[in-house]
């Protein structure tokens, strides 16, 4: 059974009728051994119309060919119950007999079987079985017959309408005799009775004799080929039930036994409810005028696109088989159908709008739409003509997933090719190593979907990480520095100098099976790997590692893009290790040429920053600096010279030396700045440097200040305002005309001073005046908040404020921030002294007291020495008024005073020469000496640190012993030679000193 139904199932959609009705016939009768089979189509009125017979001889199929479907025969009762029956012949003549009617011929076999053939929710025929000796079929057999008409009935739905044979058109003289000899039928047919009337040329056209003709519509049914029964029949009881006109074209047999085309036409009449009675209409062979309608209705019928035609009222007037198998119904079910009726129309949104647009425009449109059930995609074409419109549909699911495909993959390469552009400028922008890793992250990562990127360059003979993206830090940290050796993925890489790719876990372990298992790529957290060797100037030097999380295989234009890629980086790569190179050892001068380090005094407690430009920026010149001076002074400096670069680095260095040797000559910041304008103005035209000198007195609490086309300072009192003290605005160092102008400020315990250059508060997107404001508001929060407290704080604080992180500096910025601290007025003394030797003693006199007071017992000896040689020598070789001032801060200081601008020099004595050591002694005897000019002359001065002789660090061991022996011994002599030789009226209880002319020396 399987097989005969696997063998129907063979047969392709789309054969004709007859061809269905035999195979089901034939394998019915072999399956269930009968002795033959009938196929009846159900007619109009009571009438069954035999269709096709297998095994059974005319004799017994002329009383089949019309069969009441109404009467007690089998394939009326299987009809009439909708399922199969079975008539034993034993059950009676009448019921065995298809007809009632006169008695035939003897019917053999035990019964008939018959099954109902159904086309939707409709009867519209039967298939019967006439059984042979073996009785009523069991109920595998009945399972097999109702197969056998479930697939005629599905069959049925898929075959095409008849085609009548070709034809030679007519033309010219025999069409006009065709046309005058066209005779035309017309007949009348009683719907309720069943009754037909027919005129001479309608007998003519359905091939009946007058004597055969009964008045019944049996009479047409016989006539029709069986294959055009079903349709003709479904045509006309459409036309009553909807009402409209009844048009159909199918075959008849002529009374030669051939067939024929007609054409007929008709429309019912109905009573006052509404019911058909009658119909009416006329008939006319087509055989020549459709000819060449059906070779196009073949090809319209065949075609691989859907293919409609509908009416004015949009009712379908066409479908060819595609068409139907789109939709989903028949043509017949199709056939005069509302096309927005149809389920698969109505779930198309917007459809119904579209095509009636266009159908109002006259105009050709095409559109696709997709069907909501199946989701594939059609094209509809839908071309308006003068009696309706016709559609076309084809399917281009495939056409455009391979249209998107192809147009992805030309997007993907233009992205490519854009992603390869935007690489090649961006690496011809990038200056430093970091700038060429960001730019292939960016721009190449992304269009091959890959999540690592690693660059390895080799430095001696290791392996040093230039930048990596993607991958875990503690991978990173065991890859880098690794030494050359066989085994290491990169290493062979850079050997062979060829390009690898790798697209699985698998692949690697084939390679690198120590690596694989020493568990590298699950470290790693990637599964497939573009190993690229960066080679340029003929030599491999590095390697870059494109790396993806999941397997990866590339194909060979991603291979060949990527390799190109490479060439690229290599080049870009080369060039930027050499400015990198470079730009290290520029900051690395530039590094040297600061501070390396702030002097802690006791005058300023003070922070500094540096802040380099951006990545891409050369060196620059700014500096800072901390100058510590005589007499608790200390200067601040700050300056920036024009432009970028390794000159402006050394020129950088060269003024800070120079400022520092002008600043221990103690000169006015004024004399300074005239200096530092001589020295820029004799470089070359084009250099110019801006700077600011503050110096500040602790004794005093004051501030001097002079600058050069520099920012003011910003001067923050210890209640929080913020103040910008502006002297004149002179211009840069180079380009100025001293004198420079010099003011004067007092400056409050506790007061904040900041010196900055105009990186810190200038920029393309900020002007001077608003990046100073913005420095005054910076400085007085912290100052409200208690930050400010630590300097270092605030200098983070300022620089996060003032040039944030995000946005890259053009210029270099520097700044320093100091807390300035006056000497308390009980550090500090000082006495006038008298004219000629006396002086010396009362000097000694009042350091011995100050000292006692201030506790400092263990420096009276040397500090009595000191003074005694620079008062001696004052008073030997100077003028004017003498006074002595003694701080007491970091540091033991004391000071001579007097009107005379000689300034003392030490100098190489001889063994002869009785003076000549004054100095070489106060060199021993102090930490550093110094002189300095005055408004009123020049200070001598000296600082001694505050510890035991012994612990001190600068005089060597014992060099006040190899001078004299016994200091108060000393002291004493000194007092009484000085007193002897200039002053008898001294004090007779005042200290003598016998080498008051050695311990001077000659200031000529």
Request: glycine residues 8%.
């Amino acid at each position: 059974m399987n097989a005969r139904l696997d063998l129907l199932g063979t047969v392709a959609p789309g054969a004709a009728e007859s061809e269905v009705f035999r195979l089901a016939l034939q394998h019915a009768v072999g399956e269930l051994g009968a002795l033959g089979a009938a196929m009846h189509i159900r007619g109009p009125m009571s009438a069954l119309r035999l269709v096709s017979a297998v095994g059974l001889p005319a004799v017994l199929t002329r009383s089949w060919e019309i069969v009441d479907q109404e009467g007690p025969s089998a394939p009326a009762l299987a009809l009439h119950r909708g399922d199969g029956v079975w008539v034993p012949m034993e059950s009676g003549e009448s019921a065995a007999r298809p007809v009632a009617g006169p008695a035939g011929p003897a019917w053999p076999g035990s019964g008939l079987a018959a099954l109902p053939v159904s086309s939707e929710d409709r009867r519209i025929g039967t298939l019967t079985v006439l059984a042979g000796d073996r009785g009523e079929p069991t109920p595998r057999q009945w399972a097999f017959l109702q197969a056998v008409v479930a697939w005629a009935e599905e069959r049925l739905r898929q075959a095409p309408p008849p085609a009548a044979p070709a034809h030679t058109e007519l033309s010219g003289e025999r069409l006009r005799q065709a046309l005058a000899e066209v005779s035309v039928a017309s007949w009348d047919w009683n719907i309720r009775t069943g009754d037909l009337v027919w005129d001479e040329a309608a007998l003519d056209l359905y091939g009946t004799l007058p004597a055969d003709f009964t008045g019944k519509i049996e009479n047409w049914m016989r006539a029709i080929h069986p294959d055009d029964l079903a349709p003709t029949l479904a045509v006309a009881q459409r036309a009553i039930h909807d009402h409209t006109v009844y048009e159909a074209e199918y075959r008849v047999r002529r009374l030669d036994g051939s067939y024929g085309w007609t054409r007929a036409r008709g429309r019912a009449v109905y009573d006052e409810q509404g019911e058909a009675v009658r119909m009416v209409g006329v008939g006319w062979e087509s055989n020549e005028s459709r000819s060449a309608r059906e070779a196009l209705s073949r090809a319209l019928r065949h075609m691989s696109d859907g293919f409609l035609a509908v009416d004015e009222q949009w009712r379908i007037t066409f479908a060819n088989l595609q068409a139907e198998r789109t939709l989903g119904f028949s043509e017949q079910e199709l056939f005069g159908r509302l096309l927005w009726d149809l389920p698969s129309a109505r779930r198309i949104t917007g459809l119904e709008e579209r095509c009636r647009e266009a159908a109002v425009q006259d105009e050709p449109v095409g559109f696709d739409v997709r069907s909501p059930g199946s989701r594939r995609l059609y094209h509809l074409r839908l071309v308006p003509g003068p009696d309706g419109c016709t559609l076309y549909f084809t399917d281009v699911t495939d056409k455009r997933r391979l249209a998107e495909e192809r147009q992805s993959a030309e997007r993907a390469t233009a992205e490519r090719a854009a992603r390869v552009a935007e690489l090649t400028a961006d690496l011809a922008k990038a200056t430093t190593s970091q700038d060429v890793v960001d730019a292939v992250a960016r721009r190449v990562l992304p269009p091959f979907a890959a999540t690592g990127l690693l660059m390895q360059v080799i430095e001696g003979d290791r392996l040093h990480r230039v930048g990596a993206v993607g991958y875990p830090e503690e991978f990173l940290d065991l890859l880098d520095s690794r030494p050359r050796s066989s085994g290491d993925p990169a290493w062979d890489l850079i050997a062979s100098g060829t390009p690898l790719f790798l697209s699985s876990v698998e692949e690697f372990a084939a390679h690198w099976p120590e690596q694989a298992a020493a568990g590298l790529p699950a470290l790693a957290g990637t599964q497939a790997w573009a190993f690229l060797p960066l080679a340029a100037s003929g030599h491999t030097f590095g390697v870059c590692v494109v790396a993806f999380d999941r397997p990866r295989l590339l194909n060979d234009e991603e291979r060949t893009l990527l390799t190109t890629i490479s060439a690229l980086v290599a080049q870009a790569l080369e060039r930027a290790r050499l400015y990198d190179a470079e730009y290290a050892r520029s900051r690395e001068l530039q590094r040297s040429l600061l501070p390396q380090g702030l002097p802690e005094l006791a005058a300023c407690t003070a922070a500094a920053r540096y802040l380099p430009a951006g990545q891409g920026m050369d060196v620059g010149g700014d500096w800072y600096d901390i100058i510590p001076l005589s007499g608790g002074q200390v200067a601040l400096v700050v300056g920036d010279v024009m432009g970028h670069g390794l000159p402006e680095a050394a020129t950088m260095g060269r003024l800070r030396t120079a400022v520092h040797t002008l600043a221990d000559l103690e000169l006015p910041p004024d004399e300074i700045m005239s200096h530092l304008n001589d020295i820029v103005g004799g470089m070359n035209e084009e250099s110019y440097a801006t700077c600011l000198y503050a110096l500040y007195d602790s004794t005093t609490r004051t501030c001097h200040i002079s600058r050069a086309g520099h920012p003011p300072p910003a001067l923050v009192h210890p209640d929080g305002t913020v103040h910008f003290p502006e002297p004149a605005a002179d211009p840069p160092l180079g380009a100025a005309k001293p004198p420079f102008e010099t003011i004067e400020m007092p400056v409050p315990e506790g007061s904040l001073i900041m010196l900055y250059t105009d990186g810190l508060v200038e920029s393309s997107k900020r002007d001077i005046d608003t990046g100073m404001a913005d420095l005054a508001r910076l400085l007085h929060t912290t100052h409200e908040d208690g930050t400010s407290a630590d300097l270092e704080h605030l200098c983070d604080i300022l620089t996060a404020g003032l040039l944030p992180t995000d946005q890259q500096a053009a210029d270099d910025a520097a700044f320093l921030v100091a807390r300035l601290h006056a000497l308390p007025e009980d550090r500090m003394a000082a006495w006038p002294l008298p004219k000629g030797p006396k002086a010396a003693g009362q000097a000694r006199r009042h350091v011995r007291g100050q000292l006692a007071d201030w506790g400092l017992d263990d420096l009276v000896p040397t500090t009595e020495l000191l003074v005694s040689e620079l008062v001696g020598n004052v008073v030997r070789h100077a003028k004017g008024p003498v006074r002595l001032r003694l701080l007491y801060g970091a540091e033991l200081i004391c000071e001579v005073f007097d009107g005379s601008l000689t300034m003392p020099r030490i100098r190489r004595a001889s063994e002869s020469d009785e003076g000549g050591r004054g100095l070489q002694l106060v060199t021993a005897l102090s930490e550093r000496w110094g002189v300095r000019y005055t408004p009123t002359g020049k200070c001598i001065w000296t600082e001694q640190v505050l510890c035991g002789l012994d612990d001190r660090t600068g005089p060597a061991p014992g060099a006040q012993d190899l001078v004299f022996l016994d200091p108060g011994l000393f002291a004493a002599d000194l007092d009484a030679l000085l007193s002897q030789d200039g002053d008898e009226d001294a004090d007779p209880g005042a200290d003598a000193d016998a080498d008051g002319d050695r311990g001077a020396d000659n200031a000529s």
